[in-house]
């Protein structure tokens, strides 16, 4: 049965991560997959998560089955924390997922059980994950522009241009904040524009919300969604809690569909269902975690100053290496990465100076010069400075 089988091309970012763990030198930067870490480089379990993991275990009584959508509190808090009110409850069917990378499959999964010949609209630029979702799912995908490689900022006459050539019933995948790869996000005057694109084009938004927090703040970063979502007739959502809540190995999402309401019953249905297909129930142990911290007045204060904090250094690092970029190579090549939003940026590098990275200095970012912000500390800056000015010069 397997012997023509062919081997996998493995993910880029699941790539890195191994060549990074098999790297023995001391220095080694990881400035690779997007996961938070402190000043010494740890991915902290947060306070509001080890209290409510504790209520948790102190209160449970069974671990039976729940819904095939999930518990019902974790869905509402989420639905308050990503739509803010912006809609009626009525129009919002959701299901928890394993994960965000879950959420984004069951919601290609759903859009090809209503209409198979969708086209899904990619950014040029966007997280290596996204095209082998939508392509296991059986759509098609087509990008359009999306960063200004000589600014560094967004491309928006090429992403509008390319926008126009949507058809009724495709689906534009846009990210909610924080852009991933980029750090490049729309602004609020291109949200309003994208809405009165879709609008008049009648396609469906398709946020990708995993960062939620790490650009402005927990609302401010909602606001381009809201936006879409209080507009246009149906917005698709995948939202993850690994990075705003640090929960990345308990697997915790949401897939959600705005729609009319007297669509919602049905699309909360077929969204159970396709979790049935594909896993059955959602793990439950990372959602109850959430649903635990924004239901008490106490955990949410605590979760939510911390995030800030952590929004915050991650804000320092980004400003601190454009800052030691520009001292290091006398140039404003690198200036783009001081004005960039959440976890990432692209570091304008060739794939020679990017494996020169790796191999002379040890500092692992992705193939296409994605640098993870959180990596970096006060005691590795300077060196990534350096490294960056040596293998440019
Ligand atoms: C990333 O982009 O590095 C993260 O979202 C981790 C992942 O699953 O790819």
Redesign the pocket.
Known sequence: MFETLPAPKL?A??ALMQAYAADPREGKIDL????YRTEDGRTPVMAAVKAAEAQIVETQDSKSYLALAGDRAFLEQMEALLLGGAVPSERVAAVGTP???SAVRQICELVRTARPEAVIWVSAQT???HLPLIRAAGLNAQSYRYLDTQSGGLDRAGLFADLEHVSAGDVVLLHGCCH??TGVDLAAQDWADMAALLERRGAVPFIDM?YQGFGEGLDADAGGLRHLAARLPEVLVAA?C??NFGL?RERVGIAMAIVAPDRRDTLAATLAGLNRQAFAFPPDHGGRVVSTILSDPSLRRSWQAELDAMRARVQDNRRALADALRAATGSDRFAGVGSAQGM?SILPLSPAEITALRDAHGVYVLGDG?A?MAGLSSRNIMACAEAIRDVTR
Do not use: L
């Not at 690779?32 to 996961?35: A, E, R, W, Y």
């Open positions: 993910d970012i699941i690779g997959v997007g996961v994960g965000g990378t997280w290596p994950n991933n790869p995993a993850s690994s990075k990345y990432f994605r993870n």
